[in-house]
Every structure is written in C-alpha cells, then in structure tokens.
C-alpha cells in the first residue's frame, strides 16, 4: 500500500519511500511481532478516517463564546437531566426528527455543563466552520487519495469510522426524516443510520440507547391553518433556519428542550414480535417508534392540532350520529328539523370554549401577578407534573381536582402553562358564563355546562358530543366531581354527571385511553371563607356577576399564605377495566356503573392521598377538639404534637416548616388565628413565657375554624375511626379483632361524609393505626397475650384528642334523625327541608341539646338525610331503624364527652 502523506498521530516521519519500504518489509519478514503488525495495520486502516462528521470536544475560543451566548436562554428541566445520566454505561445517540445544525451545535455545546454525554459524531451534520484548520487538510488529502486509488470518495458506514468512535463511548446524532429521504435510502441507496445501528448492536454487548428530543422555541399549538409567513419561514413548531435564529436572539428564555422516551436497541431487538424480523424491517419499526415518541412528546407541550372554533363545532353538528338523532328528536318532539338544527346550534354556542393561547398567554401574566399580591408563595408538585407529562404522552389526561375555591381552575391552567404544558379545557359551571368574564373564560379553555340536564334531552345529547369530541380530538380535560365548591373543607360525595359522559365516550372508543389525575389544592387561608361560613350557617349563596369581581379586588389587600399544588399518581384508565376483568368491546351498562364507582372512590382516595397537611389545620383540630371553656398553651401544644406525630410516622405529606420547627409554625397560627379574631387571648404577641398564656375560643368563629379543621381531617380517618372504636370498648385491655367491627360501623355510618374505597383495607388501617399509637405510647402491646394492647394513662387521653374530630359529625346526623321522627313525610321530602332542618337545629342549640355551633352544618345535615333515607329511615314510621341509630349516636356522644 502506498502511502503519501505524513501519519503524525503515530508519530511516523518518514518519507513515502521509506514507509513503502518498511511495508515491503513487513510482508516479507515473518519475524515481526504480532503487536507491530497490529500498530501497523491500524496506520493503514486509519489512514482515510477523517471525515467531518465529527466535531472536536472543544472548539475555538471565539465560536465557542459565540455559541454559549446564543443558546444561552435555552433550559432543560434538571429532572430530563437525570433521565440521560442513568444511561452513563451505554453508547448513547440522541435523534431529532428532522435535520437541525442549530439543534446538534446547541446539544454539542451545552449538554457537556449539565454532565451530560454531548454528541461528537453525527451522521449528518458537517459543520467546517468549526473544524480545526489541521482536520480539514487530513481529510482534504486522504478523500484525494482514496479517489486516485478507488475511484470513489470514502464512506464512514463502509470504513466503520461510526461504529469505531462510537465505541469508545463518544455519544452520536442522527435526524429521522430528510428531505428526498425515501430516494436516498431505497434508489441511491444511501445507508439508513438506524440500520447502521442495529448492525452494530448485533455486534457488540454494550446497549445502545437512542434518546429522542426536540428543541421547542414556543408551545403555540400547531394550527390547522398556516399563515403565509409560516410557507416563508416555518411555522413555531418547525422553525426555519432564519426564524431559529431570529427566535433565539429575540426571546431566548421561550426555548426548551425535552427528551422523549429512550429506546434501549438491544432491548428492542429482544421483543418477541421484531427478534425474527429481518434487519431492513427491524429498522422500520425502531424508526416509527422513535417517531411516535416525538409525536407523543410534541402533543404532551403543544396539545392537538388547533382547529378553529367555528371548524370543531361544524365537526361536531354534522357527523352522521347527531344528525340522525336530531332527526328522531324532530319526529318524537314533532318540531321542525331546521329549529331542531337552531336550538342544537344556539346550545352548542352556549357550551363551546374557545381555546386561544394568545389569551392563556395574557392571562397566565394576570394571574402571576394577582397570585404573588394574595400568596406568599405557590408550592407546585414538580415530580407530579413529569408523571403528568409521561402519561399525557399515551392518551388524554383528565385532572380531577378538589374543589375549594373559585382559584382551583385558574392554579390547574396556570402551574401547566407554567410548565410547558397545554392548558385543559375545564368544566365551568353555566354560572360562570357571566359578561365579561364568560368571554375571557372561554378563551382560556372553559366549556359551560348548566347544574341539570332534567328535562334538557336535546342539550344533553350536545353537551355529551362536545365533551366526546375533545376526547377524539385528544384535548386534556378538568373537571370537579363534587360538582360544587366544598364549603366544609372536605371532600363532597361524588357527582357522577360528567364521569359517565367520559366513561361513555371510553366505551364508544372516541379514544383509546384516558389517564385520570387526582389532583389537591390545599389553601393556608381561602378567600371565600366568609361567604362559605354564611352559605354553610343557612344564608343564601351570592350570584357570580360583574359586580362581585368588582368587589373583590378587597381581596387584593391581604396575604392568605401559601398554596400548595400536588398531583396523585394518574389512573391509568386501560389499566383500571383490565384490573376489573371487564371486556373493553363488550361493555354493558352494569360494567360501566361499577367502573363508575370504583373509579370516583379511587379518584377521592387519590385526592386525599395527595394533600398536604398544613399547621392551620392541625392547630384550627387542636383548638376545637378541647371541649374546655379556657386552653392552656401547654394542653394545645401536646395535642398539636400529638396530631403531628401520627401525621409523621404515617408518612403523610406535610408542609416543611412542620418538620423544621413545630413551635414555630404552632406559634404563627396562633397569632394569625387571634388576629382575625377566631381565638382571644390574654397576651397578644407569643414570646417565649408561653406559661401565661390562655386562650379562648370565640364562638361566632367556629365555623371557621371547622372549615380549616376539616381541611386535614383526611390524614386522620383511619386514626379517628380506630380510636373512637378502642373507645368503645370500654376497657383498658382490648385486642385487635374487637374493633373491627366498631370501625367498619363508623366506616359505614360516615360514607357520605368520607367518601373513598377504605373500607376494603379496614385491617389495614386498624393496623397502621395501631402501630402509631404504640410509637406515641398511647398503648402497649400485651406481654403475653398476642394481638392484645393495654391503653396508658395519658394514651387514654390522647385516644380522646383523635375520637373528638366525629363530635360535630354526630351531633349533625343526631339532629337529622330527631327531625326526621318528629316530622311527617311531606314534611321532610318538601323543597324547603333543609331550611325546616336549620331552623329545627338552631332550636336545639339554643336549649343546650347540642354543644358545638359548627354542628349546624347545612352540608352536613344535607348528608345525613340522604344517609337516612338511603337505610330506610323516611319518617316517623321506621321506629325500628331510628331507635338502632338513635341508640349508636347517644353511646358515641356519650364517649366522646367523657
């Protein structure tokens, strides 16, 4: 072999004529050494691998100046970071869609800050300008000479020079679509990366993994209708070249990058349905699975594809089901089909949002500023939004948050857009809909909906085919399945409306699949507190108007704390029928009423299981759960502590300054609880002589106070329901098999006020419960007797501080059950019986037959009736039954005042 240029990598500085001649040598001596012969062969193998496709670690000083100043704007989200760091032993490639020199300079330039492989190689970048003058000569000299002696320029899939840098663990970047891609593959036969790649796989035992990614310069969602300046320039998913540039020097902190799920290729090799598949369809497949996770990951920042308003609602009225209905609506209600059409039209008007990001946009600035005046600070659940993003890539998120405030939907839309993510269409009461919020509503993705389909058939059927067409359109959604704002606190009883309109549109495959997020806003104080306490007391509901927002920019004038924004893990819908043997083609109306239940139970338990417990309502639980006229500081501060320990070995989630410094956060409640007048005390300011401190509980405000109380009442059920059983004992001695049946009473008895799946890990819950209240010494377990505790003298009082959360419930369903004896049916089942029920319990109060005011709950008592009703007390007539439960709510209230 002729060889005519120097080889200074190996530090050869001999002539042509000497090198030819050492290599005539060679292959005449046999004696040469087998590791001269290797150094040897790799000179002459290595002589043509210089290609520009590679790009050195470090670039000159000036380009790289100028490189860091231009993407330095770009983010990426640490947790995508952490994603790529545990993949720190295989070859990593990462992969765009289409080709992008600003996306390979931008990855080569920054990834190696984040401590992250930065590509070197690429199969299809050349950037000369960046290469050093010394490797543009070598690979100028050695394409001459391979074309003298073969007549064709060098190859890098034929010379391996990928598979040789990628070995030595350079990581590699490669695009998956090009312009004229199928002519370059299949007529001029150009070789296929991806295919490249296997082959290689198939040769080494090292994994390659291939991560796709995306540069994102806007989450504008990608319109049906292009522009012309979009034909000129690209459009803000897929820039040009001029319009990245000009995008990043204009507004570099809009642009982000994210990774979609990586691909193991060794692994993929491996399944079942591709092992025996040729190498060429092997390819294929990876390649439209890499594309199907960019498509998944575009929908997941972007959403859908945006029609217009106009185009959706056309989609909507003319599809071949509505249509044929409209026309049996028409026969059946004898009306003309054209104001059969009319009213459907003017119905669908008065439902459909529509989305505009240009609002969101506004709005989320709004709502920044609003947010930073009334709170403290805004605590988003990152880990819960990446598990947010992940399941949004397979199917349509549906949020269900809890719904305390007028606030909730505005957080959900505000923490998504906050993180790159598309804000959902919301349910939103028709209430809502008033000038000239309803218009601002609707832009920011509202859809309306009245608080009764009775007597609406035709509105109903135009409501469902909105709702299931954002589905098919793969929109997320939100809605509140109590259906209103809970003024007591607590979660409602589920509204199971809107859930079977989701779940119908499931069973009529309008989509394949839905993922269902419980999510909890937990509130340090609520805005709405005061009307809350007015409605709950009997008071009659203020209407939303304009006159009211006007209002309430009094509001603007307070701090209201902190709020804190959690996301339970999302439902996986698919998972859920698979889970209850139930046939996804064959769905009846009894399998779709039992997924119904069993999924609103596990949404609530979901909702509960992500709230945070926050020190107002610990201290509002300890204040109320004291029956004494005058508190010490000293008996508050261990009942606190006493809630706070079970909270901790529960491993519930509580806020950090619980854990940082109790006394701390128990002190600034108080003080802000005597501010507003919910307590008196005989010092103003707590300082350290706490000793002298007592406080007293201000009677209009403990209605308020149960409103907070209520707020962590969730993390304590299984505690309450377990000591108030060991209560009921009557004994210091008890064993574990004797409660259960007191628990599993109180589970029942309270269904409607804790609302969740529990009841099926009623062991479970007496155990863990059991477990904590051995950590606090409130029991001990028997020395010899197994599963069989002794109650402690102060544990005895502290099973009491858990017991004291029911007080109010049962005094609540005790009114209810006298009124429901005393009174005749029609009485009871007339329109205005809970104020009959209010007026009934007012009376009782005032002659000291129920000591807490805060039983007077209207929402409460709305409860027990249903309750009643349900187990057959109605009237008067069900001596039976009343006397059963008569007799259970006097035991327990007599417990509970001991």
Not at 323 to 342: A, C
Request: aromatic share 12%; glycine share 4%.
């Amino acid at each position: 072999m002729k060889i005519r240029y120097f080889l200074h990598r190996h530090h050869i500085k001999q002539s042509t004529y000497n090198f030819r001649k050492t290599d005539m040598s060679f292959k005449k001596n046999k004696k040469i050494s087998p590791e001269k012969r290797g150094i040897i062969n790799k000179i002459i193998s290595d002589t043509h691998n210089h290609f520009m496709n590679y790009l050195p670690e470090k670039t000159s000083s000036v380009s790289s100046l100028l490189l860091n100043i231009l993407f330095s704007g770009i983010t990426i989200d640490n947790r995508q970071i952490e994603l790529i760091q545990k993949y720190e032993n295989a070859i990593i490639l990462y992969t765009s869609k289409r080709k992008s020199d600003i996306e390979y300079l931008f990855c080569h330039t920054c990834y190696k800050k984040h401590n992250i492989p930065a590509p070197r190689i690429s199969f299809y970048n050349k950037i000369y300008l960046l290469q050093p003058i010394s490797r543009i000569i070598k690979s100028i000299i050695a394409h001459i000479d391979f074309f003298f002696k073969n007549f064709t320029f060098p190859n890098p899939y034929k010379a391996d020079y990928f598979k040789t840098e990628l070995i030595k663990k350079k990581a590699g970047f490669f695009h998956l679509l090009l312009k004229k891609g199928f002519y370059r593959r299949f007529v001029k036969s150009i070789p296929d990366p991806i295919e490249y790649l296997i082959n290689m796989q198939n040769s080494i035992k090292e994994p390659i993994v291939i991560i796709p990614q995306k540069l994102f310069f806007s989450i504008k969602p990608i319109r049906r209708n292009i522009g012309f300046w979009d034909i000129i320039f690209g459009s803000s998913s897929n820039p040009g070249r001029i319009k990245k540039l000009f995008l990043l020097i204009k507004t570099p902190k809009k642009a982000f990058l994210e990774f979609a799920e990586p691909i193991n290729v060794k692994d993929f090799l491996n399944k079942q349905d591709i092992i025996n598949k040729d190498v060429k369809k092997q390819s294929l497949l990876l390649k439209k699975e890499l594309i199907s996770h960019l498509n998944s990951l575009r929908q997941s920042i972007l959403g859908p594809v945006l029609k217009s308003t106009d185009e959706l609602k056309l989609n909507i009225l003319i599809s071949s089901e509505l249509q044929e209905y409209m026309k049996q609506f028409s026969k059946r209600k004898n009306l003309p089909l054209t104001q059969v059409h009319k009213k459907a039209n003017a119905y669908l008007d008065d439902i459909a949002a529509s989305y505009t990001i240009g609002m969101i946009k506004f709005f989320s600035l709004v709502l920044k500023k609003i947010f930073s005046t009334l709170f403290e600070e805004m605590v988003i659940d990152t880990n819960g939004l990446t598990l947010l993003k992940e399941a949004s890539k397979k199917g349509a998120l549906i949020l269900v948050p809890c719904h305390k405030s007028h606030l909730d939907y505005l957080l959900i839309s505000y923490a998504m857009h906050k993180n790159n993510m598309p804000a959902p269409h919301i349910a939103a009461g028709k209430n809502l809909s008033f000038w000239p919020m309803g218009s601002i509503f609707r832009k920011s993705g509202a859809f309306f909906i009245r608080r009764s389909f009775k007597g609406a058939e035709l509105y109903s059927k135009i409501f469902t085919a909105y709702v299931h067409k954002l589905l098919e359109e793969g929109f997320n959604i939100e809605f509140f399945i109590e259906g209103g704002r809970s003024r007591t606190g607590k979660l409602l009883i589920p509204q199971f409306g809107f859930l079977s309109i989701l779940l119908n549109g499931y069973k009529n495959q309008v989509c394949k699949n839905m993922f269902f997020v419980p999510v909890n806003i937990s509130y340090d104080r609520i805005i709405e507190e005061k009307s809350y306490i007015h409605e709950i007391t009997g008071g009659e509901k203020n209407p939303e108007n304009i006159k009211n927002i006007i209002k309430a920019r009094k509001f603007l004038k307070k701090k209201y704390g902190k709020i804190y924004i959690n996301f339970h893990k999302p439902i996986d819908l698919n998972n859920k029928v698979s889970e209850m043997n139930i046939d996804v083609n064959k769905i009846n109306n009894r399998d779709l009423k039992n997924l119904r239940q069993e999924l609103a139970g596990d949404i609530l338990t979901g909702i509960n299981k992500a709230a945070v417990a926050t020190p107002h309502g610990i201290v509002a639980a300890s204040i109320l759960n004291c029956d004494k006229k005058l508190l010490s500081y000293k008996h508050l501060i261990t009942v606190f502590e006493t809630y706070t320990k079970n909270l901790i070995s529960q491993n519930a989630k509580v806020v950090d300054t619980l854990f940082i410094n109790q006394n701390m956060a128990f002190n600034d409640v108080l003080e802000s609880f005597i501010s507003r007048k919910f307590i008196e005390s005989n010092i103003k300011s707590i300082g350290n002589n706490t000793k002298k401190i007592k406080i007293k509980i201000n009677e209009q405000k403990r209605s308020s106070l149960e409103y907070y109380k209520n707020n962590c009442i969730s993390f304590f059920i299984p505690a309450i329901f377990t000591a108030t059983a060991i209560l009921k004992n009557d004994a210091f001695l008890f064993s574990t098999a004797n409660i259960y049946k007191n628990y599993n009473f109180l589970s029942d008895f309270f269904i409607k006020e804790f609302p969740t799946n529990n009841k099926k890990i009623t062991e479970i819950n007496v155990r863990k419960s059991i477990k904590s209240f051995i950590d606090d010494a409130i029991i001990i377990p028997h020395p010899t007797l197994p599963d069989t505790y002794n109650i402690t003298s102060a544990g005895f009082r502290k099973l009491h501080y858990f017991a004291a959360f029911l007080k109010t419930f049962f005094e609540s369903y005790s009114i209810v059950l006298n009124f429901l004896t005393l009174y005749p049916e029609n009485i009871i089942t007339s329109k205005d019986d809970l104020k009959k029920i209010q007026s009934f319990a007012s009376r009782m109060y005032k002659r000291h037959e129920i000591e807490r005011k805060e039983s007077l709950s209207s929402i409460t008592f709305q409860n027990a009736k249903k309750f009643f009703m349900e187990n057959g007390v109605k009237s008067m007539k069900a001596k039976e039954k009343t006397d059963y439960y008569s007799e259970h709510i006097q035991n327990y209230l007599s417990i509970l005042s001991q």
